[in-house]
Nanobody, 124 residues
Framework: QVQLVESGGGLVQAGGSLRLSCAAS????????MGWFRQALGKEREFVAA????????YYADSVKGRFTISRDNAKNTVYLQMNSLKPEDTAVYYC?????????????????WGQGTQVTVSS
């Protein structure tokens, strides 16, 4: 069992930056690939970024490539999402998730545990 708690969301102007954190409980954090997803109002949840258990493999949605960076610190049981050059269309609730597909996956149905989400709002 893994419990995930996101933090770091908020209101930022377009062009600004935010860093999201996701703290995981449990000793087996390093066994899981981690991902970030987002859901804007009235839209379906979409993949943002993922990282393998070791951190060696990372994946990004085309819409965030070059602007967002996913990383993890297995000693701290935490995964991060650094978001730069934010745009109004990045406004959404951001969720972190843990997957037993340890090399990483972009598919939401391959994630086993989900956090409650944190709101990110980008004003124009």
């Amino acid at each position: 069992q893994v419990q995930l708690v996101e933090s770091g969301g908020g209101l930022v102007q377009a062009g600004g930056s935010l860093r999201l954190s996701c703290a995981a409980s449990g000793r087996t954090f390093s066994s899981y690939a981690m991902g970030w997803f987002r859901q804007a109002l009235g839209k379906e949840r979409e993949f943002v970024a993922a990282i393998s258990w070791s951190g060696r493999s990372v994946y990004y949605a085309d819409s965030v490539k070059g602007r967002f960076t996913i990383s993890r610190d297995n000693a701290k049981n935490t995964v991060y999402l650094q978001m730069n050059s934010l745009k109004p269309e990045d406004t959404a609730v951001y969720y972190c998730a843990a997957s037993m597909v340890d090399w990483g996956t972009t598919k939401s149905n391959e994630y086993n545990y989900w956090g409650q989400g944190t709101q990110v709002t980008v004003s124009s």
